[in-house]
């Protein structure tokens, strides 16, 4: 079940969909802190909900969809 920082997290990748973001764009972009943002990161990915690419030693993270994955 998706609680209200999932959600969160969920418009912001829908809000820039033709961005990758990483977890620190995205923690500052829904105010909280970036380990809370990749802790939440890690279960979105889990439970198919975002997908991400590795950019050098940084993950960037997008809305998962049928198109891209």
């Known amino acids: 079940m998706l609680d209200r ?7 912001i990748l829908l809000k820039y969909k033709d961005m990758d973001l ?13 380990l809370t943002a990749k802790r939440h990161l890690e ?8 997908s991400f690419c590795t950019s050098g030693k940084h993950r960037e993270y997008r ?6 994955n």
């Open 5 to 11: 920082i999932d959600k969160a997290i969920i418009r």
């Open 22 to 34: 990483s977890t620190n764009q995205i923690a500052s972009k829904t105010k909280i802190a970036p």
């Open 43 to 50: 279960k979105l990915e889990k439970e198919g909900y975002v």
């Open 63 to 68: 809305v998962k969809d049928d198109k891209n």
